[in-house]
């Protein structure tokens, strides 16, 4: 006969008692040691490519005349941009290197016998790759830009470079051209050969010139008129542009405006407002998720019991893993300049591309 006895809640009550001081202490831990390992990778991957840079830049250090200072400014310039390169392979690398001793260890099955799944026990990494992705975005958008566009600077004055055949239009709605242009570290600021084209009227300007003011057209230009079905060209002296075409820009600010794309901030991208800017914008903050997509792709292919004696091949196995979601998301973002559909739809289709192999390797999960 059997005897029937009631629900024994003991083993229930130890689970609870066991985990709650678990769970905390096992996300500190993770968090600590990802947060080394990520700061470990991220300074590693900078020093080794700034002494490609200063090896591949050695002319510019080998050029006299220019100060010591100036050549390090420039250097220093470009550490933002190696920054956004750093820190996504670092949080790559530092979930890996994270969880390995623990997947070596079997730490993740005793972790599975006490109650705790694959998903909660490596929770606080991916919270670590979102905050790495967050910080890498701000970077992006605010501190790199101005950095590069200041490297760029830099780089002209110690080359005595001018920037050549440059399109840029003006807020009313004059569209300039200049085949050359020498605007910083010069005595004297200038354009050459210089068109710029109204509703009605070309200008042809040989030189202007920078008074610490005002541009002025060193020897004159000629203006051609076009109204009423008719033509008409006059030659003006030298002095200032004709109120048709005025130029407000002083040089710096319009070094700045014939710099790429890439060196303008996310406020700068949505003053302008074109198309291209608005793609750039949204690609940039799509940033914030790449570390994240990228850490559940290689976790979920990395922590696996079959993985415990072939570490090595399971981490290049992890990396390509981690690489589709971010070639997804790089393509989106070069592609939504010229997909159909506004901008910002292109990025969110290329973000919910991107995301559907991590999702799907995360809920299929299994140790």
């Known amino acids: 006969m059997g005897v029937a006895t009631a629900p024994d809640h003991r083993c229930a009550r130890r689970l609870a008692v066991v985990e709650a001081p678990v769970i905390p202490t096992l996300d500190r831990h993770l968090a600590v040691h990802f947060a080394r390992n990520l700061a470990l990778v991220a300074c590693a991957v900078v020093v080794v490519f700034m002494a490609l840079d200063v090896l591949l830049s050695f002319h510019l250090l080998a050029r006299q005349g220019a100060s010591p200072w100036l050549k390090i400014e420039l250097f220093a310039s470009r550490l933002p941009a190696l920054l956004n ?15 390995a001793p623990m997947l070596r260890r079997g730490e993740f099955t005793a972790l599975g016998g006490a109650g705790i799944g694959l998903r909660r026990s490596t929770r606080a990494l991916l919270v670590g790759c979102l905050l790495a992705g967050i910080i890498d975005a701000v970077i992006a958008d605010t501190a790199a830009p101005p950095a590069t566009a200041h490297a ?38 200038h354009l050459s050969r210089v068109v710029a084209a109204t509703r009605d009227s070309l200008l042809l300007i040989d030189r202007l010139v920078w008074d610490g003011a005002s541009w002025q057209a060193a020897s004159g ?10 033509q008409r060209l006059d030659r003006l ?27 303008m901030s996310g406020a700068e991208l949505l003053d302008r407002g074109e198309r291209a800017d608005m793609a750039m914008f949204w690609a940039r903050w ?33 990396s390509l893993a981690a690489l589709v979601p971010v070639a997804i998301l790089t393509v989106s973002g070069i592609a939504a300049d010229t997909a159909p559909g506004p901008p910002g739809l292109g990025v969110v289709v290329g973000v919910v591309l991107a995301a559907a192999l991590p999702l799907t390797l995360w809920l299929r999960w299994r140790l």
């Open 85 to 99: 390169f750093a820190i996504p392979v670092a949080a790559i690398i530092a979930v890996l290197a994270t969880a």
């Open 152 to 189: 760029m600077a830099l780089q002209d004055e110690l080359e005595g470079q001018s920037r050549e055949g440059r399109v840029w239009r003006t807020e009313e709605g004059t569209t300039w051209f200049a085949g050359g242009a020498r605007l910083v570290a010069t005595p004297e600021p």
């Open 221 to 230: 230009c000629a203006v051609m008129v076009v109204r009423d079905g008719g």
């Open 237 to 263: 002296p030298p002095g200032a542009l004709p109120a048709t075409a005025r130029l407000d820009l002083s040089p710096s600010e319009l070094y700045r405006r014939l710099l790429p794309r890439h060196t």
């Open 286 to 318: 799509t940033r914030v998720l790449l570390p994240v997509l990228a850490g559940m792709a290689a976790l979920a292919v990395f922590v696996r019991f079959s993985n415990r004696d072939r570490v090595v091949v399971a981490t290049v196995e992890a």
